[in-house]
Nanobody, 126 residues
Framework: QVQLVESGGGLVQAGGSLRLSCAGS????????MGWFRQAPGKEREFVAA????????RYADSVKGRFTIARDSAKNTVYLAMNSLKPEDTAVYYC???????????????????WGQGTQVTVSS
């Protein structure tokens, strides 16, 4: 069983930055994809970014390209999401997730991800 623990959320003003972390445990982290999704009040969960553990291939939602960067630390089984130039519309609960079946090209469909963290709140004030 995979356990995922997110941290790093908080309140920030528009234009500011935050870095989210997601520490994983419970299995060997290789040949998987780790991703970030977010869900704002009254909206569906949406894809933000993902990274392939082998090779480091990444994908981003158009809404965050150029502002967010996903990275991994294989030694720590941890994935990070650096968020810059934050906007009020980035306000949401951010979830970390693992797709244990994909090796190279990260999927953007949440149904591909089998394991989820508890989420961390990010609030961007205007």
């Amino acid at each position: 069983q995979v356990q995922l623990v997110e941290s790093g959320g908080g309140l920030v003003q528009a234009g500011g930055s935050l870095r989210l972390s997601c520490a994983g445990s419970g299995r060997t982290f290789s040949n998987i994809v780790m991703g970030w999704f977010r869900q704002a009040p009254g909206k569906e969960r949406e894809f933000v970014a993902a990274i392939a553990w082998t090779g480091g291939g990444t994908r981003y939602a158009d809404s965050v390209k150029g502002r967010f960067t996903i990275a991994r630390d294989s030694a720590k089984n941890t994935v990070y999401l650096a968020m810059n130039s934050l906007k009020p519309e980035d306000t949401a609960v951010y979830y970390c997730a693992v797709d244990p079946k994909t090796i190279w090209y990260p999927p953007i469909d949440s149904s591909a991800y089998d394991y989820w963290g508890q989420g961390t709140q990010v609030t961007v004030s205007s």
